[in-house]
């Protein structure tokens, strides 16, 4: 599987293989989902790189 994810204008491409690729990639959203929500209460420690 490949996934190509947008983060603020910043592009990865990410292939996941096998058979825990689908688990993978809804643990990498929600972790992505948790930044943001962390960088939105707290602007200062999450900046965007």
Same mark, same amino acid.
């Not at 929600?30 to 989902?33: L, M, P």
């Not at 200062?44 to 790189?49: A, D, E, I, K, M």
């Given at each position: 599987m490949a996934y190509l994810?947008?983060?603020h204008k910043k592009e990865l491409l990410?292939?996941?293989e096998? /058979? *825990?690729? #689908?688990v993978l990639?809804?643990?990498l959203l /929600? *972790?992505? #989902?948790l930044a943001e929500e962390n960088a939105r209460e707290n602007p200062?420690?999450?900046?965007?790189?």
């Open positions: 994810s947008s983060i990410l292939v996941l096998g /058979e *825990e690729a #689908q990639h809804q643990k /929600e *972790e992505i #989902q200062g420690r999450y900046r965007n790189s």
